[in-house]
């Protein structure tokens, strides 16, 4: 157990439709990071937040967007859903910006049917 | 921009026998280089890491890298194979400036037979 939870595990939806993905990090951590992993993109970067502001976007779509409470959880929202979007979304937290170890929830598998 | 390259998306090795698992990047910049393991239906778990120092890291159930910078790569290896290292293995590469953001590699499924 890594310590990070990712809620729901699971999730079917249809297109067009939006989701909330939500991420609890380790205790301490205080930086979080959103991945997606694909069958044809492989695990690619999506945004970091640290300590409630954004600090470095990947590949992220406009359709996504995310934020990190006061808590430090975070949640990913997907919007106008398309069948491209099914993939596993990872969450990692780490306890800082350094290159410390991230640990990774064990993600929400997302089917956009 | 960072990338990385693992070469051969599945490995097949017999138990006991070598794991090899071969990674090479490209980085415009000094790079922290990871080995991560995702067994079915998990998460990601840090097998070990490469930030600066010694260039053969060990990590976690017997396996080790070695950061050859002239050659650009980190290759992961494990003198002997158990059944339960069978997983997706992925490489990946972060910059030294800070921020985690990691580009990975496509990955390799490591398969081991009895």
């Known amino acids: 157990d890594s310590g990070v939870t990712q809620t729901p595990k699971h999730l079917i939806t249809a297109t067009g439709q939006r989701v909330t993905l939500r991420c609890s990090p380790r205790?301490?951590?205080?930086?979080v990071y959103w991945y997606q992993q694909s069958l044809d993109q492989g695990l690619q970067f999506l945004i970091q937040?640290?300590?409630?502001?954004?600090?470095a976007k990947g590949n992220i779509l406009e359709r996504f967007s995310a934020q990190q409470f006061p808590d430090l959880h975070s949640e990913l929202n997907l919007s106008s859903l398309e069948l491209g979007d099914s993939a596993l979304y990872f969450c990692?937290?780490?306890?800082?910006?350094?290159?410390?170890?991230?640990?990774f929830g064990q993600g929400t598998r997302l089917t956009v049917v | 921009a960072q990338s990385v390259t693992q070469l051969g998306s599945h490995v097949s090795v017999s138990e006991g026998a070598l794991v090899l698992l071969r990674c090479n990047y490209s980085?415009?910049?000094?790079?922290?280089l990871f080995w991560y393991v995702q067994y079915p239906n998990q998460g990601l778990q840090l097998l070990l890491k490469?930030?600066?120092?010694?260039?053969l890291v060990k990590g976690i159930n017997g396996f080790e890298a070695e950061f050859k910078k002239s050659e650009t790569s980190f290759h992961l290896t494990k003198p002997s194979a158990h059944m339960s290292d069978a997983a997706e293995y992925f490489c990946?590469?972060?910059?030294?400036?800070?921020?985690?953001?990691?580009?990975f590699g496509q990955g390799t499924r490591l398969t081991i037979n009895p």
């Open positions: 980085s415009s910049v000094p790079p922290y």
């Open positions: 205790s301490g951590d205080l930086s």
């Open positions: 937040y640290y300590n409630g502001e954004e600090r």
């Open positions: 490469y930030t600066t120092g010694a260039t």
């Open positions: 990692a937290s780490s306890v800082d910006l350094g290159n410390t170890e991230a640990f």
């Open positions: 990946a590469v972060s910059d030294i400036q800070g921020a985690q953001k990691l580009v």
